[in-house]
């Protein structure tokens, strides 16, 4: 009997590690997995230290071993490292690493890769130039990022699947992150037929017996070929040696809900920490990676032409001034006539404007009092088709109102400004023949239902897409020939930081929808401002003018990348209990030189799914350890247990 004293990492939401007595023959080691009693349960813990000092408290024996599982110290590591930097637990982050598992015992299948079947990839002159530069970092077996920067449909993809076989076939683990899971199917597919081995794929969707398969196959090296979301960089892997993060320029890598992280820079410090390269594949890089291209840290390889007989779409601006625009309609005579223009070819079109459901505000005819959320300082969104209001922060959803709540006028209440479903409804006025499709979140909410739609799409069942920002994700419709993007000009305006930003990729990735077979496509923008400095960059092709614009830009304001944002936010269901903590911690902000703390103030939308909300902004030079200075800020006083303080390092969202 060892009689070890072990501290015992859990997925809980406890303050520490807590301390057990080892009373098995084995010594265990750092990083054994374990089961342990808490309270009346037993839960799946991680070994993180030996105790050597006895505590002035009774303590409990572990209850079981795992034998063999245990996690690498570069996961220990990663695993720290992830937990500082964002300011939240370690406890957190390990209930990531276990999956969703709750018991490690049971049987499963193997799911060994057949190197046999992976086919040779065929590729272009240009491709096997840039693969040939990626070759050497891959054969090197060291940390390195390489930027794959290539316009839409370049054929980033066959690139980086051939370093990802290149991986596979000396007995290496690779995994390929997307922003999007739910609309993945068709790139998945392309993934499996183009290198002839079937991927894990790795969601959260899956079903708990899925996952805990794929879990384990990881852990033991069986499964090389893996595609997940963002959680999947937590996987225990045991030879990784190399991680792809597609569209990395792409929002959605950034988790707002729960552990707050980027899973794009998590990916490049898992690279790091596990000493192997990672790939960064985009047609529209991130500020943050075009400028660590700039300053040298990371290497580029680039594509600049469309794979095969592709060629890029002509874009045109249409001056909205000048058009006759009649009252409630969003689509010009021009776009209207190119859309029936295309029809008439039999190709399809893609009109793009990203907000949902039917109109975004209802509001009275006689005291002009709008709709909100009962929830949150929203107001709520019409759902035609639904016959119902509905709010985008919470879910929060109504029967469509006919009466007005203040004045009790049932005049008419109005549906003001447009959403996918009233873009969709204008085109099927004006032209019946079409047969249109809505490609938004709300008609797409599993696997299933992409695959259906895509497939409707891909087989020409569909003229006209009427769809938001989920348009812009990497999809191939080979007989999208028109792209019309409806409303520009608010996108122009945006209130942060990141806001062009934002704007130019989206424009420029749903734009590369178009024309992606042998005819050039063609792109509409609609604007009241053709004369922006946003949109000319756009038309005319200058991704650099665009980039060395929006850096030096950042670089004036002091904004990312020179220099570190952080938003905390206090929460609470109680208004004035969250205004008093707010200024209780505005009260004890700490002073150091070069770190500005503004606030607090109310959140832009000050209340969502009935909590209160402070925020603080942080901003310091990037060299500066800011975490720990909010660490030791955020846990210096004793908050009421009534309010939440969530802390955003790098944020993305600021409303």
Not at 634 to 650: E, W
Request: hydrophobic share 40%; aromatic share 8%; with cysteine.
């Amino acid at each position: 009997m060892s009689n070890q004293l072990l501290s015992i990492l859990l997925p809980l939401n406890v303050s520490r590690p807590l301390t057990y007595r080892n009373t098995t023959s084995l010594k265990l080691q750092v990083g054994q997995i374990v089961e342990v009693p808490i309270k009346n349960k037993s839960v799946i813990g991680c070994v993180v230290e030996e105790v050597h000092d006895l505590p002035d408290f009774q303590i409990r024996d572990i209850s079981n071993v795992y034998e063999g599982q245990i996690l690498s110290a570069n996961m220990l590591q990663f695993m720290r490292w992830v937990a500082n930097y964002n300011v939240t637990s370690a406890e957190a982050i390990f209930k990531m690493v276990l999956g969703g598992n709750k018991k490690l015992d049971k049987s499963f299948r193997s799911l060994m890769t057949d190197l046999s079947t992976i086919k040779t990839i065929t590729l272009s002159t240009e491709q096997n130039t840039a693969f040939q530069s990626i070759k050497e970092r891959l054969s090197n077996n060291q940390h390195s990022v390489t930027l794959i920067d290539g316009v839409t449909g370049s054929g980033k993809t066959e690139l980086y699947l051939e370093c990802l076989s290149n991986v596979i076939k000396r007995g290496g683990q690779a995994l390929i992150l997307l922003p999007e899971i739910t609309l993945a199917t068709q790139l998945i597919k392309r993934f499996e037929s183009t290198l002839g081995i079937k991927p894990v794929v790795w969601h959260s969707g899956i079903s708990q017996s899925l996952k805990y398969s794929y879990w384990h196959n990881i852990r033991l090296g069986n499964a090389q070929f893996i595609v997940g979301a963002r959680s999947a960089l937590f996987l225990p892997f045991a030879h990784l040696k190399l991680i792809i993060v597609d569209e990395e320029h792409d929002s959605s890598f950034k988790q707002e809900e729960g552990v707050t992280y980027n899973a794009r820079d998590m990916a490049i410090v898992k690279a790091k920490i596990d000493d192997i390269p990672i790939l960064l594949a985009s047609a529209t890089p991130s500020i943050e990676t075009a400028y660590n291209v700039q300053s040298g840290r990371y290497h580029k390889v680039f594509l600049q032409s469309r794979y095969g007989e592709a060629v890029f779409p002509l874009t045109q601006v249409i001056d909205l001034n000048k058009e006759h625009m009649r009252h409630n309609m969003w689509i010009s005579p021009t776009l209207r006539q190119q859309l029936i223009n295309t029809l008439n070819l039999k190709k399809q079109s893609l009109l793009f404007l990203n907000r949902r459901g039917y109109a975004p505000i209802t509001i009275c005819a006689k005291c002009k009092h709008k709709i909100e959320c009962t929830n949150c300082n929203s107001f709520m969104v019409e759902h035609k088709k639904k016959g119902v209001l509905q709010c985008h922060y919470c879910s929060h959803t109504i029967d469509k109102v006919t009466e007005c709540p203040v004045c009790d006028s049932s005049a008419k209440m109005i549906a003001f400004g447009p959403g996918v479903e009233r873009i969709a409804e204008e085109v099927q006025k004006a032209i019946p023949n079409a047969r249109v499709e809505i490609f938004t979140s709300d008609t797409i909410q599993n696997h299933q239902d992409a695959q259906q739609k895509i497939d409707s799409i891909i087989k020409g069942d569909i003229d006209i897409i009427v769809g938001t920002q989920l348009t812009a994700k990497g999809l191939h419709f080979p007989g999208l020939h028109l792209v019309g993007i409806i409303e520009c000009d608010k996108k122009l305006n945006g209130g942060d930081v990141r806001a062009l930003e934002r704007t130019y990729q989206l424009f420029q990735q749903v734009s590369g929808r178009a024309g992606r077979e042998s005819t050039q496509g063609v792109v509409y923008i609609q604007t009241y401002e053709p004369e922006s400095m946003l949109i000319n960059q756009i038309i005319s092709g200058d991704r650099e003018a665009f980039y060395a614009t929006e850096l030096n830009d950042r670089k004036v304001a002091e904004m990312p990348p020179f220099a570190k944002l952080a938003l905390i936010t206090v929460q609470a269901f109680d208004e004035s209990t969250c205004a008093q903590t707010a200024d209780l911690l505005s009260s004890h902000i700490p002073e150091y030189h070069n770190i500005t703390i503004l606030g607090p103030t109310p959140a832009p939308i000050f209340m969502v799914r009935k909590r209160y909300r402070y925020r603080f902004l942080v901003k310091s030079p990037s060299n500066i350890n800011m975490q720990k200075i909010i660490r030791q800020w955020l846990t210096c006083l004793t908050l009421p247990k009534t309010v939440q303080v969530k802390v955003d390092i790098d944020p993305h969202s600021f409303l």
